[in-house]
């Protein structure tokens, strides 16, 4: 059993000597896993999916939390909550779909009946049954998480009951999901199509991936190419995006066209400025976006942002819009599923155009995606090597790093507890110790627990 | 344009074809099967019953309007400039059922077939098969039976990292 000395030895943070690690253990030990799965996953709050895929009431979507199966429902009145999708007869799994539609849940095993709301409506010989009064005493609903939360529109929960309000868990980081959800007087919806693969790593990996600026140009030269041959050679339907390579050139040293901003509960957001804002789909607002919230605001909007609320979902918007969810399987196997997300109401030429960049890009069938999941496997085969634990990954910015927004967070009022302005070539790391210091704070909390348990 | 029938034999020679240039990574020639019109799709899943059908509305695995988008991924395959792609799986493409669904246009027929590819990553020593339905329209033209369309609808889309155009 891992102690909380064996926590606080996995991560070496001392800022007062400007050093930031993490042991590789932290990627490859199976009791690691089994921690963070207790004190992350199932400990607190983690994103489960959106409202708009629940347009109706009655409607429902599975997901996991950790790993427990859990059903997301509209009840007949409208209300959302979540609930362990397991019966409370024999365990079967209740709602069958990824998504569905259901006044009345019936149980294939013995036909025990839940609405909606997740109430037991009917339980088949009831009256033959010959129940003791304890059974008849005992709820026979199904387990609804111990909290849930909807945060415009994004839906949380936590299956431990001793968690702060969602809205504490969110904090500062709320204003960059407005920069999503505020992008149409609707809000967002997902489209169509959902696309899931699994990698050979630690879902930390992931992580820290949407995260880094540093590995863009050396494991993406492939379609960093493609873009300029498309612009050399045009043809008819080319798909083109907001990176060029050609303002690299023009681009001042030191002058920040991006950054990345920390935030205490573990999230972070990178972002830099589009080189070509009018590849965006979502530029077609651009002037009624100005008009509902100011230069500011849009401008935040259009530039590429790539957030992550810790542990389990990113929003990365920069090849396209794409919603991440990602689901620990093991310590060395993740499975991600991937949404196309979108303003509601786009034109249809907006969303053609997005799912063309969606589709390029991501995808593990895309021209970038799948160059990073590789590169994820290639990690965590050269992990399993501890002979020198400590990695390195996690320095660039260090010196750049400063407590409090900066002038482009205070453009918006965004308060992250750290700001690094960066030009394109800092690349920033110090936006990982967020993941990491969030991590010991709750891993450690359950080794201390678990330990005090084991001794008395 | 010559007006010709395709026998069935004739057109699962071309699906053979278009097999073996893949395994055998003869890239250009595998370009060559294609129209510069040609439209190549792989919807994704909507539902656990249903591909998307509107690559304009919904997500696609991989679709391009015409031959260009496979030439990226030719070029992208050749560049060594992608990890994903280097070293590149080994495949054997099995392409089984191939029947001849609708030959009522002249010069034109749409053709079905089944397929089964094994993949096996030489880096780290993993199989996987990729299966599902290939949908072809093909066209008749001066150098021969070309392919206007192929849609390919993966069944197993839970997908081990990586799939491209060489391992479908």
Redesign the interface.
């Known amino acids: 059993m891992l102690t909380p000395d064996d926590i606080a030895g996995l991560i070496d943070d001392r800022p007062e000597d400007g050093v930031f690690s993490v042991h590789r253990r932290l990627f490859t030990d199976p009791d690691v896993f089994e921690l963070e799965m207790k004190a992350i996953f199932e400990g607190g709050w983690v994103f489960l999916g959106l409202a708009s895929q629940l347009s109706r009431p009655n409607d429902y979507f599975t997901t996991t939390i950790g790993r427990h199966p859990i059903a997301v429902m509209r009840a007949a009145d409208g209300t959302i909550n979540a609930f362990i999708n397991s019966c409370p007869h024999k365990g079967a799994r209740i709602c069958p779909?990824?998504?569905g539609h259901a006044k009345l849940h019936v149980c294939p095993y013995h036909s025990w009946s839940f609405d909606s709301a997740g109430k037991n409506r009917a339980i088949k010989g009831r009256v033959q049954g010959a129940y003791s009064d304890g059974f008849d005493q005992d709820s026979h609903d199904l387990n609804a998480v111990a909290r849930f939360g909807d945060y415009k529109g994004l839906l949380f929960a936590s299956l431990n009951a001793d968690v702060g309000p969602l809205e504490d868990h969110l904090g500062e980081a709320k204003p960059l999901i407005d920069l999503i959800v505020d992008q149409s007087p609707d809000g967002i919806e997902l489209?169509?199509?959902?696309?899931?693969?699994?990698?050979?790593a630690n879902w930390k990996m992931q992580l820290e991936n949407c995260s880094d600026q540093y590995h863009f140009s050396s494991?993406h030269?492939?379609?960093l190419?493609?873009l300029e041959?498309?612009t050399e050679r045009a043809?008819?339907?080319?798909t083109r995006n907001m990176w060029d390579v050609a303002k690299e050139h023009v681009e001042v040293p030191g002058e920040p066209t991006g950054g990345t901003y920390s935030f205490d509960q573990g999230h972070v957001m990178n972002w830099r400025m589009s080189d070509v804002p009018e590849a965006l789909p979502l530029h077609e607002r651009s002037a009624i976006l100005e008009q509902r919230y100011g230069a500011a605001k849009r401008d935040w909007m259009l530039h590429s942002r790539n957030l992550t609320l810790f542990p389990n979902v990113q929003f990365a918007e920069n090849a396209s819009s794409q919603l991440r969810i990602i689901r620990p399987i093991s310590v060395g196997l993740t499975?991600m599923r991937t949404?196309?997300f979108a303003p509601v109401g786009e034109s249809?030429e907006a969303?053609?155009k997005r799912?063309?960049q969606?589709?390029d890009f991501f995808?593990?069938?895309?021209?970038a995606t799948?160059?990073d999941?590789?590169?994820y496997?290639?990690c965590q085969e050269g992990n399993a090597s501890q002979g020198s634990p400590w990695l390195q990954g996690y320095g660039r910015g260090m010196c750049a790093s400063v407590k409090g927004p900066d002038r482009f967070a205070d453009l918006i009022g965004l308060k992250p507890s750290s700001s690094v302005a960066a030009d394109r070539w800092l690349s920033d790391e110090t936006i990982f110790h967020a993941y990491y210091r969030a991590w010991r704070a709750r891993v450690s909390a359950v080794a201390a627990t678990q330990s005090a348990e084991a001794v008395s | 344009m010559s007006v010709e029938r395709l026998s069935p034999q004739t057109a699962a020679t071309l699906l053979y074809q278009e097999a073996l240039f893949l395994d055998e990574r003869r890239w250009d020639d595998w370009l060559d099967l294609y129209l510069p019109t040609a439209r190549y799709w792989v919807p994704a899943w909507r539902n656990e019953a249903e591909t998307t059908s509107d690559p304009d509305r919904e997500i696609s695995l991989i679709y391009y309007e015409s031959r260009a988008g496979l030439e990226d991924r030719i070029w992208r395959l050749k560049s060594g400039l992608s990890i994903a792609s280097n070293p590149l799986r080994r495949t054997a493409h099995a392409v089984t059922n191939v029947l001849v669904t609708d030959a009522s246009t002249p010069g034109e027929v749409e053709v079905k077939a089944t397929f089964n590819v094994g993949v096996f990553d030489p880096r780290r020593k993993t199989s996987h098969a990729f299966f599902g339905r290939y949908l072809y329209r093909l066209q008749s033209t001066d150098e021969g039976w070309r392919i206007a369309s192929k849609t390919i609808v993966l069944l197993n889309d839970q997908i081990p990292a990586v799939a491209d155009v060489y391992m479908l």
Do not use: K
């Open positions: 779909l990824e998504q489209v169509p199509g959902v696309v899931s693969f699994t990698y050979e494991v030269p492939s379609y190419r493609i041959r498309r043809f008819e339907g080319a499975e949404y196309c249809g969303r053609r799912i063309r969606y589709e995808n593990p069938s895309g021209l799948p160059d999941t590789v590169v496997e290639a």
